[in-house]
């Protein structure tokens, strides 16, 4: 009919191209097609002519009545088209929200990911208080799938759990992914002020003799360390490579290992890693209370080799860690320089309460438990250890010292003029911890034996026994936002006893572990640790200030 043949198709234009504004336009044409009937006379309306007798009688009032009649009609249809519509987008919203969950719970998945490499995605730790093992720091799965997503960034990174030390990633950037492979991005940074006090001091060590200390006050870019991880040709054949650097000694590493996943009871590796023998060598970093270890942690602790390496599940709360590789500092070591005796160690991990113990098994309860968290650890190493260097040269090896601070292999150390050109490392260690609304306790004790030594003359000990711990307890004052702290160390070495006091806070300002401004203050009495880019000299007695801002992507 005329009468509704054009407004129906101005209608069907305007409702395929205004999309969802079509309620309101609807309201318009109605009127206008309404005003058309009225005044031309003809259209649909019409087509129900009254009866000569009922025109005659009164016309008016009976075209009134069915336009009218009409327009009630259309009122109605179109309130059931508003409540279909409030229905569908109320449908829509709850799809929405469930895709949305879908997302928070498995990124790869809702991004249109393969169930295979769905199952090597590590579930977000958004909430600690689920206290479940599967998002455990301490059994998280190794890759990071589209962890790109930048809702997900904020969220502390479970790392790559057969990592034990420093060289493990974060949670990154995807770069790129496909059938055959996946490239992931990620860093860490840390900026820092140093200042240890007094600016002049003094030492003697076991033997008599001056011991040189030159306390430093200078700014650094302190650490820069660049990652890249994934997987190849099977999600379950990962790779992760490494640039480590400390600006403090311009040191420069480069590295990375191959994994393969067998599952929860094993992720075997070979290429660099560290020795599990303390728990800050276990892949917690950096989530410490501060941005590097206390002084009994850095004095007793194995370091990082290359070798063949796994982490896996004994039972469903209890882990194990174990590696077999060169020496115990294989970092600027040439394999010329290398001997054919191996290292090993291995870690045992009980978490009998909740069955994790926040992301990567972090020092402080930033996720703030609901639950009693808690951790118990031994570890053992045990390394045939070389002087790496001819005798009248410096020595090569510096990573075992003697309680007042000297290295075993300078000359002198043990006996005046004697150098000691080999040496065998045994640590056993034991570790506690808890959890609680936001209160982090932990302990770990030391035991070091230092024997077999080779020397180029007569030495007066064949054994040398150190024994020493840490207490580290922290709370967060301001959830997720202010952290305090304090710890204390001490060392009983047959030469000296050191100890030390540290009180310190971390700010936050993001709401995510991932950055952080730390600030911290040391007492510490005959520092046995002698190292540029820790906290101590050695023989320091005096105070250390420090201000670090630390970054994680």
Do not use: C
Request: glycine residues 10%; without cysteine; aromatic residues 12%.
């Amino acid at each position: 009919m005329p009468g509704l043949f054009v407004p129906s198709i101005g209608f069907n234009k305007f409702f395929n191209g205004a999309g969802m504004r079509w309620q309101f336009s609807r309201r318009k044409l109605l009127l206008l097609w309404v005003l058309y009937v009225l005044f031309s006379g003809s259209g649909a309306v019409f087509a129900q002519t009254p009866t000569k007798d009922e025109a005659s009688a009164n016309p008016q009032s009976r075209v009134a009545a069915v336009v009218l009649k009409k327009v009630d009609q259309l009122v109605q249809q179109n309130e059931q088209l508003e409540k279909q519509n409030h229905e569908l987008m109320a449908e829509i919203e709850s799809l929405r929200q469930l895709l949305a969950q879908q997302t928070a719970a498995s990124p790869a998945l809702s991004k249109g990911g393969s169930p295979a490499s769905a199952n090597s995605v590590v579930a977000p730790a958004d909430s600690a208080n689920k206290q479940t093992a599967q998002q455990s720091g301490q059994t998280s799965m190794p890759t990071q799938g589209d962890n790109d997503d930048k809702t997900l960034l904020p969220q502390a990174s479970q790392g790559n759990n057969a990592i034990f030390g420093e060289f493990n990633p974060g949670r990154g950037f995807t770069v790129g992914k496909g059938e055959y492979g996946e490239l992931n991005l990620s860093g860490y940074m840390a900026v820092r002020y140093l200042n240890q006090l007094p600016a002049d001091q003094s030492a003697t060590d076991h033997l008599g003799r001056p011991v040189p200390i030159d306390p430093r006050q200078d700014f650094q870019f302190h650490r820069v360390m660049l990652f890249s991880q994934g997987w190849l040709f099977s999600p379950k054949f990962q790779y992760s490579t490494f640039l480590w650097t400390v600006q403090d000694t311009n040191q420069v590493a480069v590295g990375g290992a191959l994994y393969y996943d067998f599952g929860k009871f094993m992720n075997l590796g070979a290429g660099w890693n560290a020795y599990p023998g303390t728990l800050s060598l276990q892949g917690s970093h950096p989530y410490w209370l501060s941005y590097d270890r206390v002084m009994a942690d850095e004095f007793f602790r194995p370091y990082f080799s290359q070798g063949v390496f796994a982490k896996g599940n004994i039972l469903p709360r209890l882990e194990y860690r174990w590696m077999v590789g060169n020496n115990n500092s294989n970092l600027d070591i040439p394999a010329v320089k290398l001997d054919r005796d191996l290292s090993e160690g291995f870690a045992i991990t009980w978490l009998p309460t909740t069955g994790e113990f926040g992301p990567r098994g972090a020092f402080g309860d930033y996720e703030g438990h609901e639950q009693l968290a808690t951790r118990f650890n031994l570890a053992y190493t045990h390394s045939p250890e070389d002087r790496q260097a001819s005798i009248g040269s410096p020595a090569g090896n510096t990573t075992l010292r003697l309680s007042d601070s000297l290295n075993i292999f300078d000359t002198g150390a043990l006996a005046n003029g004697v150098t000691v050109e080999k040496a065998r490392y045994q640590l056993l260690s034991l570790g506690a911890g808890m959890k609680y609304h936001g209160l982090f306790l932990q302990g770990e004790g030391y035991g070091r034996r230092l024997d077999n030594f080779v020397a180029d003359g007569k030495l007066p000990v064949g054994v040398i026994r150190d024994y020493g711990f840490y207490v580290q307890l922290g709370y967060m004052l301001v959830p997720k936002r202010i952290e305090l702290y304090g710890a204390t160390s001490y060392i009983f070495g047959q030469h000296t006893q050191p100890k030390e006091f540290i009180v310190g806070g971390n700010y936050y300002p993001w709401n995510t572990r991932n950055a952080r401004l730390n600030i911290q203050l040391i007492n510490v009495d005959h520092s046995p640790v002698s190292s540029t880019f820790g906290f101590y000299l050695g023989q320091l007695r005096g105070q250390v200030f420090t201000i670090g801002m630390t970054g994680f992507y």
